[in-house]
């Protein structure tokens, strides 16, 4: 499959069209942004990870019965997908308080939560993706009822599937960020999974005032070693 003409280009991928209608190229870049595109920077080699890495998460989250937008990856950044109709939600699961749910609700990071979180934010750059609830969402008429319940659905079963898969690994799944799409009348999960949208800690590495992050934290906090963790969890999920 080639790439045709260049759909969209996002803050880490690129979009191409291909002579079939129903699928797409994404291309990946080594581009990285944070808090909103405020910060941009590079991370030599990330593309190759977060294509690869994700492909491999799609494929074994297909097994487990998660429809995908996976179809088949053709090289080294290149991968074809289902062309889906992105659902506008920024789906995110929490196993331990980080980041931005820490800030808010005044919990320290790595704070055990009593059990797994989903919240939605509208995936809306200008808006700064704020957050919203069911209600809203339907309000603003981004999903059906039917679509949320399945999205949560997926997303819990992404959430135990992952938990599994990373503690084999010695790593805690902290928390994740999900996009899902339309095709052809179904809800398949879509976008990427990776460091740069998930948040691996080095299992026992941590407890409430310390961690080791292996992902985007390295970049977004200026942490140092941003290649290395993404190299150390390429390396571990047996990539390289
Ligand atoms: P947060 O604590 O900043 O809300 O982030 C929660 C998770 O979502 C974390 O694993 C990083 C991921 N994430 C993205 O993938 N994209 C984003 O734009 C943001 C803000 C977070």
């Not at 939605?120 to 069911?134: A, C, I, R, V």
Request: overall charge neutral; aromatic content about 10%; some cysteine.
């Amino acid at each position: 499959m080639e790439k045709k003409e260049q759909l969209y280009e996002g803050k880490a991928k690129k979009v191409f069209a291909t002579e079939n209608p129903d699928y797409v190229i994404v291309s990946y870049k080594d581009d990285a942004t944070a808090f909103n595109g405020l910060k941009k920077g590079t991370i030599a080699g990330k593309g190759v990870i977060n294509n690869k890495m994700s492909n491999l998460m799609m494929k074994m989250l297909e097994k487990k019965g998660i429809p995908t937008h996976f179809v088949e990856e053709l090289d080294d950044r290149n991968t074809v997908v289902k062309k889906v109709q992105i659902v506008p939600l920024e789906v995110i699961i929490r196993n331990v308080a980080a980041g931005s749910f820490s800030k808010k609700y005044g919990v320290p990071e790595g704070t055990i939560l009593a059990n797994p979180t989903i919240e939605f934010s509208y995936k809306n750059d200008e808006l700064g993706d704020p957050l919203l609830n069911t209600y809203h969402a339907l309000a603003l008429r981004l999903a059906t009822k039917e679509e949320i319940d399945t999205i949560t659905n997926m997303a819990f079963a992404v959430n135990d599937a992952m938990k599994a898969f990373f503690k084999e690994l010695n790593i805690d799944l902290i928390d994740f960020k999900l996009e899902f799409g339309r095709y052809k009348g179904q809800i398949v999960l879509a976008d990427e999974i990776s460091p740069d949208t998930c948040r691996f800690w080095e299992a026992g590495s941590w407890d409430t005032t310390k961690h080791v992050s292996l992902d985007k934290d390295r970049f977004r906090r200026d942490l140092g070693g941003v290649e290395d963790a993404y190299a150390e969890i390429f390396k571990r999920i047996g990539l390289n």
